[in-house]
């Protein structure tokens, strides 16, 4: 095997379900942090964390649309908050841009980049805390996730320019995967 052959080495994954004290409930970074750390565990290597050189967040629910912006705010750099809680920091910190492709686009993307020699050690990292923000704004509860993250950030923003919803679908409200299935396959037919 070539000593470039991009590998998945660690993989992690948590579910927090919604605390009854809502003021213990862990923000997006949070939950993706401890995923993170699973998935160092899982890597097997000592000291992984030191070695990531490229730390990658899918970006949150939350953050990908203004209107579903939680009240109760987010790190300002999403991947480097993750990174500062597992011990990593980085050269670069990509935050990706909306879809629900990502996940797998950004594997696809960091493999190649993997195999080109531009990076060593990618985490890719995503949390969300959807339950948690409405549980906590019928409650009335005020929760604080803010935290001011330096450092380099690449924001790729909301979209890559072909995956949100264009102002004709916007004008239709078509904008939920579902609403798209008939038209999806009313074009397969034609062809």
Known sequence: MSDNTPIIIGIGQITEPVPENLDSASSHADLAAAAARIALEDAGISGASNQ???IVGVRTFADSSPAHQSPYGGPTNFPRAVGQRVGADPEYAIYANVGGQTPQALVGEFAEKLHQGKTDL???AGGEV???IKAASRARIQLDWSEQ???QLEDRGLTDGE???TNQEYKHHVL???QFYGF???ARRAE
């Open 52 to 54: 990531i050189d490229t």
């Open 122 to 124: 990618v985490l890719l």
């Open 130 to 132: 959807i339950a948690t």
């Open 149 to 151: 993250v330096g450092g």
């Open 163 to 165: 995956h949100l919803g």
């Open 176 to 178: 939920l995967p579902i």
């Open 184 to 186: 999806m396959e009313q």
